[in-house]
C-alpha cells in the first residue's frame, strides 16, 4: 500500500477516534444529571456501544496506521522535535481514553461520585491534545 493511502487511514482514524472521545465525556455529562432508572440504562448502552465499537477499535486503527506511516522513514521521524512532541501528546490522548474507560466502568458499576461540571470540563482535554498533535505535524515548530 503506497504512503499516500496509509496516512488517509490514519487521518480517517484519527477523526474517527476523536469524535469518539469528544462525545463520549459529553454523554458522562448528560448521564451524572440523568435521575431516572431508564436514562441511566440508557446512557450505560449508549457509552458502552461508543467506546467498545467506536473509541478503541478507532484507537487502534490509529496507532496502527501511525506506526505503518512512521515505518516509511523511521530515522528520519525519530530525528525530528515534533515528533516526539506528538508521540508524548498521543501517549497522553492514550492515557485519556483509557481514564474514560475507567469513568465509564464507575457509572456502570453505579458508582459515579462526580458532578456533571467536572465532566464538563473534562470533555475539553482532547481539544487541546488535538490542537498540540495538529500544530506539531502541520507547523513542525522545531
Known amino acids: 500500500m503506497s504512503r499516500e493511502w496509509v496516512e488517509a487511514l490514519h487521518i480517517i482514524s484519527l477523526v474517527c ?17 440523568a435521575d431516572d432508572a431508564l436514562s441511566d440504562e440508557r446512557f450505560k448502552i449508549m457509552e458502552r456501544k461508543l467506546y467498545r465499537g ?11 496506521f501511525g506506526l505503518w506511516l512512521a ?9 525530528q522535535g515534533w515528533f516526539k512532541t506528538k508521540l508524548v501528546l498521543v ?7 483509557f481514564t474514560c474507560r475507567q469513568l465509564m466502568r464507575q457509572f ?14 473534562f470533555n ?3 481539544v ?5 498533535i495538529v500544530v506539531m505535524v502541520v507547523v513542525k515548530p522545531y
Open 71 to 79: 515505518s516509511f522513514a523511521t530515522e528520519h521521524y525519530l530525528a
Open 128 to 132: 487541546l491534545l488535538l490542537f498540540g
Open 17 to 33: 477516534w476523536f469524535a469518539a472521545l469528544f462525545y463520549l465525556p459529553r454523554l458522562f455529562v448528560y448521564h451524572a444529571t
Open 91 to 97: 501517549a497522553l490522548l492514550i492515557a485519556y481514553h
Open 124 to 126: 475539553e482535554a482532547p
Open 54 to 64: 467506536i473509541a478503541t477499535p478507532a484507537m487502534i486503527a490509529t496507532i496502527g
Open 108 to 121: 456502570q458499576a453505579g458508582r459515579n461520585t462526580r458532578k456533571h461540571q467536572f465532566y464538563r470540563w
